[in-house]
Structures are given as structure tokens and as C-alpha cells.
């Protein structure tokens, strides 16, 4: 389900079953992720799908990218795999007026 950064921080910030996934490249995670977000790069093809099989289909995963695009793949292969909510960002980091950190 795509989601505008308002929405998506909304839900997020009440919801207390949730991940925060970020599924892009390690070189763009360096240059800041959003604070305790979990790294799986969508790029890693059938390893980003065997990494994604493995997480609790139990939670509520607010996924980003970029720009949106990656991430709402991403959401559809979620789907695919039997998680029920799985929320786009649209436009991504790009676009996104929280808080960054850097993973050490």
C-alpha cells in the first residue's frame, strides 16, 4: 500500500508492531537511514527474497527507497510472500523531512 510521508509516519508512530525496511543499495545506506531501520537491498535478487521469507509476517513492515519505486516493488513481493502490511513511502528518502542517521 503506497503512503504519503504524512501517512506513512502517522501510522508508524502508532504502531507498535512495526519494522522500518530499507531496501536499497549499502553505498546509499551510507549516506543515511532512517533511524532503526532494517537494511535488505531489493538488488540482491533471490537473496533479498530468501532474507525477506525470514522475518515475522506477523508485523507491520513501513518500507522505503529512494524515491518509492524499489520500495513498492518490494512491498509487492512482501505481498507475494504472505505479509498483509507491507506500506510504500512514496517518494521515498528523497523526499523525507524526519530524521537521518548513519550507521557506524
Known sequence: ?????KDW???LS???NSV????????EVDEGIIP?????DIYRGQGFIYEID???KTKNYYVY???GGRSAQACAIMNQLGFENAYNLVGGIS????KVTFKE
Open 9 to 11: 509516519t502517522e501510522k
Open 95 to 98: 523526499q523525507w523531512q524526519g
Open 54 to 56: 525470514q522475518l515475522d
Open 1 to 5: 500500500m503506497d503512503l504519503s510521508q
Open 65 to 67: 527507497c529512494k524515491s
Open 20 to 27: 522500518i525496511l530499507d531496501v536499497r543499495t549499502q553505498e
Open 14 to 16: 502508532k504502531d507498535n
Open 36 to 40: 532503526n531501520a532494517v537494511h535488505i
